[in-house]
């Protein structure tokens, strides 16, 4: 050792200069750090670089994602029930996919690695999905735009189709929650205002995938629709590849934060502990098993305070002359935090599972909203309106709600509550949930009047699609408050060791929601066919009754908006240590002390 002696104060003030870590990349894990010097703005400015990746990445997505139900039906000649039933569980596995993501990113790859790989997987998913519509399924040229036939594909065409959209699945839904935790780990935790900056990030997340999903939703659509499919596809590969040279570029400039291992068997070890020990009666708070220090036993994560729910899996951290006999054992004695880690996964699956029905209705943007639109009045003088640019008007409505809220919902609420935030994250997505609802009814309104605008013989009905906008409007309005509540909401309830996982949660319930809208297709089809009449939803949508499912999802939804408000006022939040910077700060006097000696 150095004969030279630091006090603790020298080496705080040292690292509070050197506090933004960069990481370099080993076996897969941002395990090693060294110091660099704090920029005021450095949050922003690499954040900032994640924010355009996530606008250019959801622009490649969408640029296939939203005429996706028109593709099937046009060029590979499926029907509207079985198109909508396809687009809902391939965006079902779009966002399953970023459990997968998330799994990886906190367990062993680390944020930075995962969000590259699926980026990477993304882009060879939109290369053999452009290959394969330019020689094996655009054929003739400039088919399926509605009027053109396409000739019957060939069955290695259809099989390098759905490889390539599934592809594009994981690669886009395995990168988005990383992302935005990636974005939101920019921010250091020890500085106020980087907190404050921290909440403002997931609501310019939203704000950016919705700004590049704008593009796609209106030049891409325009083209995709006329026929163009090829060049549609091939500018958002293009874009794929952008995102991910942008992405690479902020290597060696990003803040990391170390990968926890894998959380699954830390959960398991807290139940396996707790039913060993069933016959014992928990210990008080103060006797209750925890290492010493500001460190947690968890790799990289800050201690939980002990809470009062789920009582029974105390007995997991209840100390007996067993445990005092032999070694530690996670299988049968764990610490606090590591208890409270499974209790805060168990407190927000509730709140979860309420946001499903939600996901229900934003997947009807992207399947029967659009085929509802394509048999209505879409022409404005000589120009024809895709069905599918409608969504723009959603797009449109995020925008400007997301200032809105933050100018003004904020601050009026903020007066009326005392929250610094305004409204709580569980009071934004409750209102989210209204706001949804009433999207449904207008979109059940809108279908009445479309059917009493038919003509008989006539495919189309001479009602204006413009009618559409007000369902569109409301969803997106629903989507501010719905959404950017769950990003927020998820990301900071999850303890640190499942950060991605908090984030994925949001997409896991895009994802249900999906499979749950095919599900409740397959039923309402099965039933309202068995008299030998076409359905609700039949290949014709002017002999059916698409306002009925409308009616339905609104109707699932009031009830799902009763439990959702039982389940938030039982909710408690995660407490963490009031030392939690501890660990960041006691990393950085190793660090600098070890600079100091060398």
């Not at 900032?48 to 490649?60: E, R």
């Not at 965006?91 to 690695?113: E, H, K, N, P």
């Not at 990968?259 to 708070?285: D, E, M």
């Amino acid at each position: 050792m150095s004969d030279i002696e630091y006090s603790i104060e020298e080496i705080e003030k040292k690292a509070d200069e050197e506090i933004i870590s960069f990481g370099k990349i080993e076996s897969g894990n941002e395990n090693q750090r060294s110091p660099g010097k704090r920029k005021k703005c450095r949050g922003w400015k690499l954040a900032s670089l994640l924010l355009v990746n996530q606008g250019l990445a959801t622009l490649a997505f969408f640029g296939v994602g939203v005429n996706l139900v028109l593709f099937l039906t046009r060029v590979l000649d499926q029907d509207n029930a079985v198109a909508a039933n396809n687009v809902s569980k391939w965006t079902g596995t779009v966002y399953l996919c970023s459990l997968i993501g998330a799994f990886l990113s906190d367990s062993y790859w680390g944020r930075y690695l995962t969000c590259a790989i699926f980026q990477l997987i993304l882009v060879l998913g939109l290369g053999l999905l452009s290959f394969a519509s330019w020689f094996f399924l655009i054929s003739p040229t400039g088919c399926g735009d509605g009027m053109k036939l396409c000739n019957t594909p060939s069955s290695v065409g259809v099989v390098m189709f759905y490889l390539s959209i599934y592809l594009i699945a994981l690669g886009y839904g395995g990168h988005q929650p990383t992302v935005a935790t990636l974005g939101a780990d920019q921010f250091d935790d020890s500085n106020p205002n980087a907190v404050m900056s921290k909440a403002a990030f997931f609501s310019s997340f939203y704000f950016a995938l919705n700004v590049g999903s704008l593009f796609s939703n209106t030049i891409l659509v325009y083209y995709e629709d006329s026929g163009k499919w090829t060049l549609g596809f091939l500018v958002s590969f293009g874009a794929a590849i952008i995102a991910l040279l942008l992405y690479l570029s902020g290597t060696s400039r990003y803040r990391y934060v170390k990968a926890s291992g894998n959380p699954l068997p830390r959960v398991a070890q807290v139940f396996v502990a707790a039913y060993r020990k069933w016959g014992v009666t928990p210990a008080t708070i103060d006797a209750l098993y925890e290492v010493e220090g500001t460190e947690s036993a968890i790799k990289g994560s800050r201690k939980i305070l002990h809470s009062n729910d789920f009582k029974f899996l105390d007995k997991a951290a209840t100390i007996t002359s067993m445990d005092l006999r032999g070694p530690n054992n996670p299988w049968k004695l764990c610490t606090v935090t590591q208890v409270e880690e499974a209790k805060c996964v168990l407190k927000m699956l509730p709140i979860w599972l309420c946001t499903i029905i939600y996901s229900v209705i934003f997947t009807q943007m992207a399947s029967l909203f659009v085929e509802q639109g394509d048999v209505m009045a879409s022409k404005l003088k000589n120009f024809r309106i895709p069905a599918a640019s409608m969504s723009a008007f959603d797009i449109c409505s995020v925008l400007i709600w997301t200032g809105v809220y933050r100018h003004v919902v904020v601050p009026v609420s903020r007066s009326l509550t005392g929250n610094p935030k305004g409204l709580t994250e569980l009071q934004r997505m409750g209102t989210g949930l209204i706001i949804g609802m009433i999207a449904m009814v207008a979109a059940g309104v809108t279908e009445i009047q479309r059917l009493k605008s038919v003509s008989p013989g006539s495919k189309k009905s001479s009602l204006s699609i413009f009618w559409q906008v007000p369902q569109y409007v409301l969803v997106g309005a629903s989507e501010v408050f719905m959404y950017v509540g769950q990003l927020e909401f998820f990301n900071g309830q999850a303890p640190d060791g499942v950060k991605s996982f908090g984030s994925s949660l949001c997409m896991a319930s895009i994802s249900l929601g999906n499979y749950v809208s095919s599900l409740l297709i397959n039923i309402v089809m099965e039933i309202t066919t068995r008299d030998g009449g076409p359905g609700w939803i039949p290949d014709d949508l002017n002999d059916g009754h698409m306002d009925r499912f409308y009616f339905l999802i609104a109707g699932l939804t009031a009830v799902d908006f009763i439990i959702y408000v039982y389940c938030a006022k039982w909710y408690n939040g995660i407490n963490l240590d009031t030392s939690e910077n501890g660990i960041q700060l006691e990393e950085q006097q190793k660090e600098v002390l070890a600079s100091l000696m060398s």
